[in-house]
């Protein structure tokens, strides 16, 4: 299998490396293409990344850099609250916010202490009416971004492996999940099965979630691998167990970046 990654972060957003370095031990490690994919800015706090020009600006310049040996591709990570000024090759979509109901938008995904406070606060303790509000966002988020790669799909489970939070095999929790993937399967085909909780330590497995993964080869949907890499040594961090999943799902194919002019083609897992 010929490795790739599309959702990769630097220092122009909250990754902790170059451009450059990241592509240099992409190549190093044998990938045949590499996928930036930075925060874009967003209508909400200073997280996403300023300076859209400049990241596009080093990204082409390092890709000149391995035309012929790896090809490097220019995406964007883009937010339900996010926007872009300038165009890229793909865009990957994302939700890491909620509104509580105590009219505080929090952060999914940053902490699992931030992730307490959204249940508790933010949503009284009911794990499930922060399900709707995660998977409708979801949806929105892919109606209006349209984009290329639906990333983390079932984030809210980030800090739940065990059931630690709430129970993923309820069944009501399981019809906002994959209802909600219909919804979006509408507009994009391509899902990306996330290792970034891995690398982290956070989690043993990927997400999405085996049963979303079934709907979705259902569906018609097409799969690709993301290692949400902030740290250059993690570039294909947990890429075993990723493809692992896809199997059991039943894919017979991954789609990962392309090595020639083609922006995502097909491999046989
Ligand atoms: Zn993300
Ligand atoms: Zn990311």
């Known amino acids: ?8 972060h630097s220092v122009f ?30 209508t909400i706090n200073l997280f996403g990344m300023r300076g859209e020009t400049k990241y596009a600006a080093e990204v082409r310049r390092v890709a ?9 591709w220019l995406g964007i990570e883009q937010d339900y609250f996010g926007y872009r000024t300038i165009p890229y090759d793909y865009r990957l979509g994302t939700v890491h916010y909620l509104d509580g109901r105590d009219g505080v938008v929090h ?7 931030s992730f307490e406070r959204l249940l508790r606060e933010g949503f009284s303790g009911d794990a499930l009416a922060m399900a709707k509000n995660y998977y409708t966002r ?35 929790y399981q019809a906002l999940a994959l209802e909600a993937l219909e919804a979006c399967c ?3 085909r391509l899902l990306e099965v996330n290792t970034g909780a891995i690398a982290r330590g956070r989690r043993t497995r990927p997400y999405p979630a085996l049963r979303q993964l079934k709907r979705w080869r259902e569906l018609g949907g097409r799969v690709t691998f993301g290692s949400d890499c902030h740290d250059a040594e993690k570039l294909i961090c947990g890429l075993d167990a990723a493809l692992e999943v896809m199997r059991a799902a039943g894919f017979r194919s991954i789609w990962r970046l392309g090595e020639g002019d083609e922006l995502f083609v097909e491999e046989a897992l």
């Open 1 to 8: 299998m010929h490795l790739s990654n599309l959702h990769t």
């Open 13 to 42: 957003c909250d990754g902790k490396e170059t451009i450059e370095h990241m592509a240099q031990r992409a190549y190093e490690m044998g990938l045949v293409s590499l996928g930036f994919s930075g925060h874009g800015p967003q």
């Open 64 to 72: 000149k850099l391995y035309e012929g040996r790896m090809k490097i």
């Open 107 to 113: 952060s999914v995904d940053h902490s699992e202490e």
């Open 138 to 172: 979801e949806v929105e988020m892919c109606k209006r971004i349209r984009p290329d790669v639906i990333a983390h799909y079932d984030l809210i489970c980030k800090f739940n492996e065990g059931g630690r939070f709430f129970d993923e095999d309820d069944p009501a």
């Open 186 to 188: 509408d507009g994009t």
